[in-house]
């Protein structure tokens, strides 16, 4: 009886199916816990650990065949002019949100940041020479930045055009909306080749301005002179007119009417002088405007060769490459454990999951595929 009742007290803790003694394999249904997670991955440290050296020094090695990019930037701040008479702190505090109060929108530092990326001032600074870094530092030879470049085309245009679009991805120029400066950075292959780029904007930048100004200036004085011209004559008119009135009329203190007209004369007189000395003294404005050479755009900070590479930053992309396969690795072995341990609980549903798949496989790669003759 003893004997029976071991027996029997076996056969209900087995579970229905296996042999007293065997193993049980359960799949990964229920969740994994922490224990039982570090296991799998002490299991499958070759995958673990493996995946995300292998990453690295993949990328390590694949960044040692990018070629290295050097950062040149350069600062400066351009002449605000106001138009308005704005209080001060309203125009600081608009400032601050990017909105110009009170000055002309062709004198805003956005302004600038977008003329230093038009295609005018681009061909310019690409059709540029500059000392060819390509060659020994003695050397004077200087070259086109184009031809530095080594961007071609189906002709001399078309070279241009794919040049232009280039070095609009080799510039960036950013306003700070509190300082109004305007920091323009230029990216090449070389640091003294992007130092000299950058300076050069600002050059150009400063050459178009100043032709800009005076171009305004001079617009403005021709019309100022233009009315200046017609003023003095119809001053002089209006005087005539007076004239003659008092040479016919000698006696016109004794008439009413003669003293209207006296007055209406003498009035179209002086209404006729203050025009004339204002449009004088907007003449004389002008005149100096346009001689005015003062420098418009302030230099804060020039581009200097640098002395570090911007790009590639191997350092981080190591590092993103190992982080990146140690996911994929700690993925891959939990994935793997799981489809073990399915296969090993129910060898019939593994069955049916990898044939599914594999017709799934077979239907997208098989068109791709060789076909057998």
């Given at each position: 009886m003893p004997l029976?009742n071991?027996?029997?007290?076996?056969a209900?803790?087995?579970p229905?199916?296996s042999a007293?003694?065997?193993?049980?394999?359960q799949?990964l249904?229920?969740g994994?816990?922490?224990?039982?997670?570090?296991?799998?991955l002490?299991k499958?440290?070759?995958?673990?650990v493996?995946?995300?050296?292998?990453?690295?020094?993949?990328?390590?090695f694949?960044?040692f065949?990018?070629?290295?990019?050097?950062?040149?930037?350069?600062t400066?701040?351009?002449?605000v002019?106001s138009q308005?008479?704005?209080?001060a702190?309203?125009t600081?505090l608009?400032?601050?949100f990017g909105?110009?109060l009170?000055?002309?929108?062709?004198?805003?530092?956005?302004?600038?940041a977008?003329v230093a990326?038009?295609r005018?001032?681009?061909e310019?600074?690409?059709l540029?020479r500059?000392?060819?870094?390509?060659?020994?530092e003695?050397?004077?030879?200087?070259?086109?930045?184009?031809?530095i470049?080594?961007?071609?085309g189906?002709n001399?245009?078309?070279?241009v055009h794919?040049?232009?679009?280039?070095?609009?991805?080799l510039?960036?120029a950013?306003v700070?909306s509190?300082?109004n400066?305007?920091r323009?950075s230029v990216?090449a292959?070389?640091?003294?080749l992007?130092a000299?780029?950058a300076?050069?904007?600002?050059?150009?930048?400063n050459?178009?301005?100043?032709q800009?100004r005076q171009?305004?200036a001079r617009?403005?004085?021709?019309?100022?002179e233009?009315?200046l011209?017609d003023g003095?004559?119809?001053l002089?008119?209006?005087?005539e007119?007076?004239?003659?009135?008092y040479?016919r009329?000698r006696?016109w203190?004794?008439?009413?009417?003669?003293?209207?007209?006296?007055g209406?004369?003498?009035r179209?007189?002086?209404?006729?002088q203050?025009?004339?000395?204002?449009?004088r003294?907007?003449?004389?404005t002008?005149r100096i405007e346009?001689v005015?050479d003062t420098?418009?755009?302030?230099?804060?900070?020039?581009?200097?060769?640098p002395?570090?590479?911007?790009?590639?930053?191997r350092?981080?992309?190591?590092?993103?490459a190992?982080?990146?396969?140690g996911m994929?690795?700690?993925f891959w072995?939990?994935?793997?454990?799981?489809?073990?341990?399915?296969?090993?609980?129910n060898?019939?549903?593994?069955r049916?999951?990898?044939a599914?798949l594999g017709?799934?496989?077979h239907?997208?790669?098989g068109?791709?595929?060789?076909?057998?003759?």
């Amino acid at each position: 009886m003893p004997l029976e009742n071991d027996t029997g007290s076996d056969a209900s803790v087995a579970p229905k199916g296996s042999a007293r003694g065997a193993p049980t394999t359960q799949p990964l249904t229920n969740g994994i816990g922490l224990l039982e997670f570090l296991n799998v991955l002490l299991k499958r440290s070759r995958i673990v650990v493996g995946l995300p050296l292998i990453a690295a020094v993949l990328v390590a090695f694949s960044s040692f065949l990018i070629p290295a990019t050097f950062t040149a930037t350069t600062t400066f701040v351009p002449e605000v002019r106001s138009q308005g008479r704005l209080p001060a702190g309203l125009t600081g505090l608009a400032g601050q949100f990017g909105v110009s109060l009170g000055a002309d929108a062709t004198q805003s530092p956005r302004f600038y940041a977008e003329v230093a990326k038009s295609r005018e001032i681009l061909e310019r600074v690409l059709l540029s020479r500059y000392r060819d870094p390509r060659r020994a530092e003695t050397s004077s030879d200087s070259t086109e930045l184009i031809r530095i470049l080594r961007i071609n085309g189906r002709n001399w245009a078309d070279s241009v055009h794919n040049a232009v679009k280039t070095l609009d991805h080799l510039v960036s120029a950013r306003v700070s909306s509190q300082t109004n400066v305007v920091r323009l950075s230029v990216d090449a292959r070389y640091p003294t080749l992007a130092a000299d780029v950058a300076n050069r904007f600002v050059a150009y930048l400063n050459d178009f301005n100043a032709q800009s100004r005076q171009s305004q200036a001079r617009e403005r004085r021709k019309f100022v002179e233009q009315r200046l011209t017609d003023g003095e004559r119809e001053l002089r008119t209006a005087e005539e007119d007076l004239r003659v009135f008092y040479e016919r009329n000698r006696s016109w203190q004794q008439s009413p009417q003669l003293v209207f007209e006296e007055g209406r004369l003498r009035r179209q007189v002086d209404i006729r002088q203050e025009l004339y000395l204002t449009l004088r003294r907007e003449y004389e404005t002008a005149r100096i405007e346009e001689v005015n050479d003062t420098p418009v755009i302030t230099v804060i900070d020039r581009a200097i060769p640098p002395e570090e590479r911007s790009r590639p930053r191997r350092r981080l992309l190591v590092v993103l490459a190992f982080l990146f396969g140690g996911m994929v690795g700690v993925f891959w072995a939990v994935t793997g454990e799981f489809f073990d341990r399915a296969k090993k609980g129910n060898e019939d549903d593994y069955r049916e999951f990898s044939a599914r798949l594999g017709g799934i496989v077979h239907r997208i790669v098989g068109p791709f595929g060789l076909r057998r003759k």
